[in-house]
């Protein structure tokens, strides 16, 4: 199953018990993306654009853009260090992330999300 790229996603941290959950919210250049709820003041900063990178399969950038369609900012490492150790941060360089998918059918459901650069899982989420 390929990743809609066509859109803007929530990135939904699971497993979340219950309605809604909490999604991955973007803070401002060189802040931490942290879970909130989807609610009003939050949810302009929860859309986010994972785009292929071509001729890498399963390799994907995670960026948030403005309404405008600007870039705001990329995932990546706050010293390049994997979580637990380092949080994922939003950055002006963009990074390469490895992607996989879920069997488990809940559509779009994603698994093992890591940096190309240093190994680890750091989330599962729902599209």
């Not at 939904?12 to 709820?37: E, K, L």
Request: aromatic share 6%; charged share 15%; net charge negative.
């Amino acid at each position: 199953m390929s990743i809609p790229l066509d859109a803007l996603h929530t990135l939904r941290a699971s497993p979340v018990v219950g309605v809604g959950g909490v999604y991955a919210t973007w803070n401002g250049i060189g802040d931490i993306v942290t879970v909130a709820a989807e609610v009003p003041g939050t949810v302009e900063h929860q859309l986010w654009k994972i785009q292929e990178v071509k001729g890498k399969e399963g390799i994907y950038t995670i960026v948030r853009l403005t309404k405008e369609g600007a870039f705001d900012g990329s995932w990546s490492l706050k010293d390049n260090h994997a979580v637990p150790h380092g949080p994922i941060i939003a950055s002006k360089e963009t990074v390469e992330w490895h992607i996989d998918h879920i069997k488990n059918g809940v559509p779009h459901a994603i698994t093992h999300v890591s940096s190309s650069n240093v190994c680890g899982t750091y989330l599962t989420a729902i599209l």
